[in-house]
């Protein structure tokens, strides 16, 4: 290898800088925190996906999750814990010009944000929810989710989980998501590939990434980073299609990933037009 | 070699030749890169970044297939691999 | 297909004179929830914001209200909700949020009587000081109390005129009598209705400083999708909008943001004098109870007693000047609420001690009489 070529590897850019706000770089997740990886998914999801970057809005709730909105050089809001979805639901509905992502945790989605998550898939707002999973509380320092599986250790369930965890596809699924995928970090080229397809999905669409928490709930469990990685690849089974009943987190039995639901139905501003606007009116007003 | 080095990526990507980079001041050294580049590239260096990690470099350079699962994978924004011609045309 | 403005004489309840003046001064979108004795302005709504090109969503709780409107104003639509008590709680937290992310809205409480679920279909003033502070933190805050349906039809252009002058939340504390009797409601021509609409960003893209005051400390606005790729958060942050998690930023931040209503005081605060100029003694009232405080007034004057009375229009800020000026010059005050004194305390706090103060409150579901006030003030002031 010649010197030239050794200073070029010492790069001082990157790729994604043009999405990065690179004067926040570095950012606070933890290393190896799987966070990073599910961003970095998404902002290659958004550059490849060929949506008008100028248009798309990244929304976050509160968590180390929700600190995606902070990182991202696009119109982003980080807006308060578990309402990141009803935030980007009148996001979208003022503006349907714009392309609305939610990126945030599993406690901010699923425990304070569950009913808001439930309702945007039933009504199918034309968003696309990024969900990190790491099972658990992570920026409140590792205590019980409604994703920790039963048995696992948190600062609150120091004796183990006694409760069951969600099965988040089977539940937006069942809420009435068009689209719903589940990858891990490690899957990242599969994340980035079904966040594509959940920009492209005129609905409300959702897609799950199990992700490493090394600090909280790693350390609690025995798991070091790569440990977490190794269990994601040893232990999942991808299928896309599988029906969503057989989607629950259990490391024991596998954990099944891929895209279990593809159905393409009209969102919730189709049906309000089609509903509520009778034909002689205006059109509707994008705000100015 | 752990098996599942083969199944990740390498069938679907055209083989090309890669360079590597490396920001090393981005890098919190999780190894992630290192662990899963399917062709065993990379290794953690011995010299420490200013925030104390070390941050991988490239072991054997002629390897890379220019894949991008490092880039991919990487959650500091730390690496990042470009096509060795494309390379030289545009330095 | 009706317009925006519906000009003409009606006959409305104070709750659709309500939304009809949100639809006036260019609401575009309604984020509700149901609840009595709000329903009726989010019914409006959900009949006349599709025949204008708006849009009504009912979300699945008051939280999600909030949240949505706070989102479809960020996105550039004049934005509103409506709800009572119960819901107004739930808003509390979000209503924070567009405080600290400076994001115009109007938030409609018809006040019924609590605490909790209380007398749902009966009036009360008992939110005030949540109003003034039910979010947690320091923060200023605007809210209008309007005395008719006439009068809630123009608060609410005002109150979203306000909104997008200061770029804050603003509140119309109104209550289940105003919202639900029905009073001649006159709608003027569209071109005679005064709007105001936010200061947009403009400039250079790269160099946008989200946060940095512009006039009246007021940083001008760049929607979701204009161009600019702001970061909004909730988090203190400096003038870019990025998180600043130090002593220094959040003083900068509470500083401006406390400011710019502070500063303007002269400008936001409303209130109307009722026969103050000779008056002995001072009914200080607001909303509903104002219509107590102007029978009080005639009757006390028939019987020659020297009463006046100071109606805030906007209750916060609060007309802190001009009570301590009353208190220079009268004998007594009287504040008439419905509740157990939350305006009262901050009459109490202005006058100083200066002369006396009384209250003549009830804990809701009934109006006060003008008997009562006169009463209170006979006894109490020995007139
Ligand atoms: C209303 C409210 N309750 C509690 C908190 C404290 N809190 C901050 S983040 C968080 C949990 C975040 O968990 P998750 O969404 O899974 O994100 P992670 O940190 O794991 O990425 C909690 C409970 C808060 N900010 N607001
Ligand atoms: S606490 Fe966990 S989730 Fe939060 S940044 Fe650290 S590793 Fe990531
Ligand atoms: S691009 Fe990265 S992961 Fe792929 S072969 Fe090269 S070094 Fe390894
Ligand atoms: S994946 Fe990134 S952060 Fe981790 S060791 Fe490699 S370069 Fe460093
Ligand atoms: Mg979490």
Request: include cysteine; charge should be negative.
């Amino acid at each position: 290898m010649t010197i030239a070529q050794e200073a070029i590897r010492e790069a001082t850019s990157h790729p994604l800088d043009d999405l990065l706000r690179t004067e926040r770089i570095p950012h606070i997740w933890c290393p190896g925190c799987g966070i990073g990886t599910a961003f970095s998914s998404c902002l290659i999801a958004m550059k490849e996906s060929g949506i008008d970057l100028e248009k798309t809005v990244m929304v976050s709730g509160i968590g180390c999750s929700g600190r995606g909105a902070g990182y991202v050089k696009l119109d982003s809001y980080h807006t308060t814990h578990g309402r990141a979805i009803p935030f980007a639901t009148g996001m979208k509905l003022a503006n349907t010009d714009l392309n609305v992502v939610v990126f945030s945790g599993d406690g901010d989605l699923f425990a304070i944000g569950g009913n808001h998550f439930i309702h945007a898939a039933r009504r199918n707002v034309d968003i696309t929810v990024v969900c990190v999973n790491n099972f658990n509380y992570g920026m409140t320092g590792g205590q019980a989710a409604a994703t920790t599986p039963h048995l696992a250790k948190t600062t609150t369930t120091p004796l183990g989980n006694p409760e069951s965890p969600f099965n988040l596809p089977l539940l937006a699924y069942a809420a009435g998501a068009s689209y719903v995928a589940r990858w891990t970090t490690l899957h990242a080229r599969d994340l980035t590939t079904a966040i594509q397809e959940a920009l492209a999905n005129p609905g409300f669409s959702f897609v799950e990434v199990l992700a490493p928490c090394p600090i909280n709930y790693g350390r609690r469990n025995k798991e070091k980073p790569l440990d977490t990685l190794r269990l994601f690849q040893d232990k999942s089974i991808i299928k896309n299609n599988a029906h969503p009943t057989e989607l629950d987190v259990d490391w024991e039995k596998g954990v099944v990933l891929g895209t279990f639901v593809n159905n393409p139905r009209p969102c919730s501003t189709d049906m309000y037009d089609k509903t509520c606007r009778l034909e002689e009116k205006p059109e509707k007003k994008t705000a100015a | 070699m752990a098996l599942w080095r083969v199944p990740l990526d390498a069938e679907q990507i055209d083989v090309t030749l890669g360079i590597v980079h490396i920001i090393k001041e981005r890098c919190k050294g999780c190894g992630y890169c290192i662990e899963f580049c399917p062709k065993e590239v990379l290794e953690f260096s011995k010299e420490f970044n200013q925030k104390g990690y070390h941050p991988p470099r490239v072991k054997k350079p002629d390897d890379c297939v220019n894949c991008h699962y490092c880039e991919i994978i990487c959650p500091e924004f730390a690496i990042y691999s470009i096509e060795a011609e494309q390379e030289q045309a545009n330095p | 297909m009706r317009p925006a403005v519906l000009t003409g004489e009606h006959y409305m309840t104070g709750d659709v004179a309500c939304a009809e003046g949100a639809l006036a001064a260019g609401c575009l979108f309604f984020g509700g929830y149901p609840i009595t004795p709000a329903t009726e302005v989010a019914e409006r709504m959900a009949h006349r914001l599709p025949e204008i090109g708006g849009t009504y969503i009912q979300m699945e709780d008051e939280i999600a209200a909030m949240a949505s409107i706070i989102g479809a104003s960020c996105a550039g639509a004049k934005s509103m909700t409506s709800t009572s008590g119960p819901g107004f709680s739930l808003m509390m937290e979000n209503l924070g949020l567009a405080v600290i992310t400076e994001t115009p809205c109007v938030v409609v409480n018809v006040q019924r009587a609590g605490p909790s679920t209380g007398l749902p279909t009966q009036g009360a003033q008992g939110d005030m000081m949540q109003a003034r502070w039910g979010s947690h933190g320091d923060y200023e805050i605007i809210a209008m109390s309007p005395a008719s349906a006439q009068e809630i039809f123009y608060l609410t252009i005002e109150a979203f005129n306000l909104a997008e002058k200061y770029r804050t939340p603003v509140l119309i504390m109104t209550d289940e009598v105003i919202g639900h009797m029905s009073e001649r409601v006159i709608i003027p021509k569209a071109r005679e209705i005064k709007t105001v609409e936010r200061v947009k960003a403009k400039g250079r893209k790269d160099r946008f400083r989200p946060y940095a005051a512009g006039d009246l400390g007021v940083p001008p606005m760049a929607n979701a999708g204009d161009g600019y790729k702001i970061h909004v958060t909730g988090l203190t942050h400096d003038e870019m909008g990025y998180p600043a998690m130090t002593v220094e930023a959040q003083y900068a931040m509470m500083d401006r943001l406390v400011g710019k209503i502070r500063n303007n005081v002269k400008d936001i605060i409303r209130y109307e004098e009722f026969m103050t100029e000779d008056a002995d003694f001072i009914i200080i009232s607001y909303g509903v109870s104002a219509r107590t405080g102007w029978a009080a007034v005639e009757e006390a004057r028939a019987r020659g007693m020297k009463v006046g009375m100071l109606r805030l229009i906007t209750v916060w800020p609060f007309a802190e000047d001009k009570i301590r000026e009353l208190a220079a010059r009268v004998k007594g005050m009287v504040t008439v609420e419905i509740n157990l004194g939350q305006v009262h305390l901050e009459v109490e706090r202005c006058v100083a001690g200066r002369v006396p103060v009384r209250l003549v409150g009830h804990p809701g579901g009934t109006l006060i009489s003008p008997d009562t006030v006169i009463q209170t003030i006979k006894q109490e002031f020995g007139v």
